[in-house]
């Protein structure tokens, strides 16, 4: 059975909004190396859009725009290559190297761990609620950026009931983030 793996950036005052991060080339390159420890992503069709729009033009073409820096293309051919499962209602189709999820999210995902390999890779905010909802999350990584953003969205928000976890890792960046990685406690 593979595991599922979370990870999000998240401010001190738990801001998880991707524009209150400022991402540097350690933090991108720690970024990459989850998608390798992954044989496929899952995400939401709000995460699959924002990263198809921001990565996909750099590998496909090697044209730049004028925002990303040279030490951010592996990071884009990386999350170019992997496999992608996109759940979504509203989305018809999707292409990208990637296949939609429909019908009961608990037994769509339980059916992808099934599967033989490294792991799953899901990033987001609301996808991932439903998938601690449903205790489907194997390891939780959280990024802890030293900003103070003042504002949300927050993480996890409307969760029904407590997800107790262990540490079982943590890695400081030279920028002051943490990566905290913790597993559920069962």
């Known amino acids: ?15 998880c909004d991707h524009r209150a991060i400022v991402p540097d ?3 991108h390159r720690h970024a990459a190396e989850n998608i390798e420890r992954a044989d496929a992503l899952l995400f939401g069709r709000v995460i699959y859009e924002m990263m198809e729009a921001a990565w996909r033009p750099v ?8 925002w990303m820096a040279d030490w ?16 979504s209602s509203t989305l018809d ?21 099934q599967e033989s390999g490294k792991g799953l890779f899901v990033g987001g905010v609301k996808l991932p609620l439903a998938l601690a909802e449903l205790g489907l999350i194997d390891e ?16 996890f ?10 540490l079982v890792n943590r890695l400081e960046f030279a920028s002051g983030a943490v990566a905290m990685q913790y597993e559920p406690r069962r």
């Open 59 to 66: 590998a496909e073409t090697g044209a730049k725009p004028e």
């Open 140 to 155: 939780y990584e959280f990024v802890v950026q030293p900003r103070l953003a003042g504002h949300g969205p927050t993480l």
């Open 93 to 113: 189709r999707v292409d990208w190297n990637a296949e939609l999820v429909r019908g009961d999210l608990g037994k769509a995902v339980q059916q992808l761990k």
């Open 72 to 87: 951010m293309v592996p990071f884009a051919q990386r999350i170019h290559a992997a496999k992608k499962y996109v759940v």
């Open 1 to 15: 059975m593979r595991p599922l793996r979370y990870s999000i950036n998240v401010t001190l005052d738990g801001c």
């Open 157 to 166: 928000a409307g969760l029904s009931k407590y997800v107790d976890l262990k």
């Open 25 to 27: 080339e350690e933090l």
